[in-house]
């Protein structure tokens, strides 16, 4: 296997942000991870980039979906899900601050109120 080690909470993050899935797809991709896993590599679990690649590719909406958006290769769904994630993290900031702004002006009518 190449030194390009994948977790598998890193495997589930990108079914679910890169290629759509679902739960229920995403369980079934891992467990047939594990098994070629297994089968090739007498019981080890590690999980590279180039069969995490390969297993994913293997269900018809994730491959349909990284054809249509030209990722060929690991690195080019990585390049993606990095992507996704810091989209992901400036939505939740930006959700953040506008509930503390709206808890402030909240706060100040409360105190204009009370006055």
């Known amino acids: 296997m190449n030194s390009s080690y994948v977790s598998w909470a890193k495997f ?3 079914c679910k942000l890169v290629c759509n899935l679902h739960t229920n797809e995403i369980s079934y991709l ?3 991870a594990k098994k070629q896993i297994e089968n090739q590599y007498e019981g080890k679990t ?3 980039g180039e069969l995490a690649y390969e297993i994913i590719s293997s269900n018809s909406i994730a491959k349909r979906i990284m054809d249509k958006n030209g990722y060929d290769n690991w690195e080019k769904v990585m390049r993606k899900f990095i992507s996704c994630e810091v989209d992901e993290k400036m939505r939740q900031d930006e ?8 808890w402030n002006g909240f706060r100040e009518s409360k105190e204009e109120i009370s006055e």
Do not use: G, T
Not at 95 to 102: N, Q, T
């Open 12 to 14: 589930r993050r990108v």
């Open 30 to 32: 891992e467990k047939l």
């Open 46 to 48: 590690h999980l590279d």
């Open 95 to 102: 959700y953040l601050i506008a509930f503390k702004e709206a």
